[in-house]
Structure formats: C-alpha cells, structure tokens
C-alpha cells in the first residue's frame, strides 16, 4: 500500500483499492484527495478489472474542504482549478476502461456524493447518511452532482435531494436506485468482497464494451444507441479471443 496525497492505495491483482485518509475531517476533498484519486485512476486505467473507492474512518466522504473554499471565495482561478481538477476525475472515473465501486460507510455527502455517483456500481451500509446538502452552506454542486443526480434517480427524488438537503439512509438509497446493493455494518466488510470478487472475474475488454453501451443508452437517441450496442457486439464477438475460449468451455462442460 502506498500514500499518494491523501489517498492510500493498494493493488490486489486486478483491483486497485483508493481509501481517501483524512478520518479526521470525514475525508472531506483538499487537493491531496484528488491527487490520490487521480493517481489511481491512472493505475486502473493502466490494466485493472476494477476501481473500488472507500474512506477512512467510518465514513466515505463528507465533500469538500469548507475551509479550502472559504479561503478560495476571492479567488476564481484557484476555485477553478479545484472544482475542475475535481470534476475531472470524477469524469475519468466514470469513463474508464475499468468497472468502478463505490464502498459507502458513513456519511457520503455534497462531494462525496458526486463522487458515488461517478462510481458504477454503490455498495451501501444499511447505516449510511447519503445526500447532496450544498444549499445547507449557501454552496451548489460543482462537480457534476446536479446531472448525475438527476440521471440517476427519478425527477421527484432527485429534486428532493438537491433542494432539501436531506440525508437518506443506505436502505433508502437502495430502495430508490441510488445504491444497488446496501447490507447491515456487520455484513458489509463480507459483502465488499464478495462484489469486488464478481466484478474483477469479469472479461475485462468485454466490461469495458458493456459499459459504453449502457453510456450510450444514457446518452444517445434509443435507435442511435441500439446501433452502437450492435456494432460493439460484433465487434466484441469477432476479434476478442476469449469469446471462443469461454465458449468452447461451454460446449465442452454441456
């Protein structure tokens, strides 16, 4: 394991696990904690199945350092940089050639929220406090919050969430498709391992394809992104030499 910023991070065969260490401050977002992230996503992007970021502590990430920001409210560039270096790690955690997992514990708010919903896959504790909560600080989200939100759950949840700033339950989460997978604090240690176990077995060419169709039905025209799912199949299919080994595994083992 090794410390880059305020990020520890180990890799373990195919998985490149990010813990944002600042337990202190609930691991809320300073520079070291995108430069770590930054780090391992370069890491996954490298050869890894699958990215799973977590916190220190007890809790994932209570968002942004308020005293980082409160310093930087005279500084445009400087907020600049930040919000931008930040949204775009979150971006390359979302279009990277990896599977991503978010491990939720605690609270997961405002930054930290973006930051889950980067993620492709969010394994909750049951105990967890998730939620936008920028307008309980006269803030807006700036890191993609707003979007992913809104793409991620129905109009009337998302809006509930960005206006109200309440905090949901990981239970909750699960049950409105923020999550999807929440367990008891006892079983969640367990459970982390047994969904980063499924993701990183997975042909890792094949999950990078299947994750850019399932982009491209968010993003694209249903006729333009069926066309793209077919041409990513046959693409897959007819060049990916594990298709027949597994195949022929198949037929052997029927």
């Known amino acids: 394991m090794t410390r880059v910023g305020q990020v520890l991070i180990d890799r373990v065969g195919g998985v490149?696990?990010?813990?944002?260490?600042?337990?202190?401050?609930?691991?809320?977002?300073?520079?070291?904690?995108?430069?770590?992230?930054?780090?391992?996503?370069?890491?996954?992007?490298?050869?890894?199945?699958?990215?799973?970021?977590?916190?220190?502590?007890?809790?994932?990430c209570a968002g942004a350092d308020l005293d980082l920001v409160r310093g930087l409210i005279g500084d445009r560039k400087g907020l600049e940089a930040y919000v931008t270096r930040l949204s775009e790690v979150l971006d390359a955690i979302e279009a990277g050639p990896f599977a991503s997992l978010a491990a939720v514990e605690g609270y997961a708010v405002a930054g930290g929220c973006e930051m889950l919903l980067a993620c492709d896959v969010v394994l909750a504790?049951?105990?967890?406090?998730i939620g936008d909560r920028h307008l309980e600080h006269a803030l807006l989200p700036g890191a993609g919050g707003s979007v992913r939100l809104v793409r991620a759950l129905p109009r009337a949840y998302a809006r509930w969430?960005?206006?109200s700033g309440e905090m949901i339950s990981g239970d909750q989460a699960r049950a409105w498709g923020l999550a999807a997978l929440a367990v008891p604090p006892e079983e969640f240690a367990s459970e982390l391992d047994r969904v980063v176990n499924?993701?990183?077995?997975?042909d890792r060419v094949a999950m990078?394809?299947?994750?850019?169709?399932?982009?491209?039905a968010e993003d694209?025209?249903?006729?333009?992104?069926?066309?793209?799912?077919?041409e990513l199949f046959l693409d897959h299919i007819t060049t990916s030499p594990n298709v027949r080994e597994q195949l022929d595994g198949f037929v052997k083992r029927s």
């Open 125 to 129: 504790s049951t105990e967890a406090r």
């Open 161 to 163: 969430l960005l206006q």
């Open 198 to 202: 499924r993701l990183a077995s997975r």
């Open 220 to 230: 694209e025209p249903p006729a333009a992104a069926m066309s793209r799912e077919r």
């Open 208 to 216: 990078t394809a299947v994750r850019e169709m399932a982009r491209c």
């Open 16 to 60: 490149v696990h990010a813990r944002l260490d600042r337990p202190d401050v609930r691991n809320c977002i300073d520079f070291g904690i995108i430069e770590g992230l930054e780090r391992a996503v370069a890491m996954a992007r490298a050869d890894a199945s699958v990215l799973v970021v977590r916190g220190s502590g007890g809790h994932f």
